[in-house]
């Protein structure tokens, strides 16, 4: 993952979209910048097909959304934030999300069963081996 800017702002979440709404704090090298640019971010809650559980600086708090055009955005919470817009997610269950990681990486691996839909030619070794390294931390 390359950073391009680093954002400050609010994530609002509803039945069917995800809206952020930010200003940036830090350039792609990590310094803080005087000249505030704002961003906005949406995309709905169908789009969605996995949730993973991301670090920023080795701290284990951030979120990575995929969605289903190929799109990823990563947010950085505090910790009770993220477990409080997972429970959300798993309660509105959105149509195409397949992975919520709620558990240890290994363990929401483990239980999506990868390694057995790869060993009964379900998957391919390049999907497989891709799968595993989004679930490497």
């Not at 830090?26 to 809650?45: A, H």
């Not at 169908?46 to 979120?63: M, P, Q, T």
């Not at 997610?89 to 999300?97: C, K, M, V």
Request: with cysteine; proline share 2%; hydrophobic share 35%.
């Amino acid at each position: 993952i390359t950073i391009a800017a680093v954002y400050e702002g609010n994530l609002s979440l509803n039945r069917t979209e995800v809206c952020f709404d930010g200003v940036q704090v830090k350039d792609e090298y990590l310094f803080s910048i005087e000249g505030f640019s704002s961003k906005t971010v949406e995309f709905n809650l169908s789009e969605i097909v996995w949730v993973l559980h991301r670090s920023y600086l080795h701290i284990d708090r951030g979120l990575e959304f995929f969605c289903n055009d190929g799109r990823s955005y990563f947010f950085y919470f505090s910790l009770p934030d993220r477990n409080q817009i997972l429970k959300i997610l798993s309660d509105y269950r959105p149509p195409n999300l397949s992975v919520l990681q709620r558990t240890s990486s290994q363990r929401c691996f483990s239980e999506q069963r990868f390694t057995e839909k790869w060993l009964n030619k379900e998957i391919s070794t390049y999907d497989y081996l891709m799968t595993v390294n989004f679930f490497i931390q």
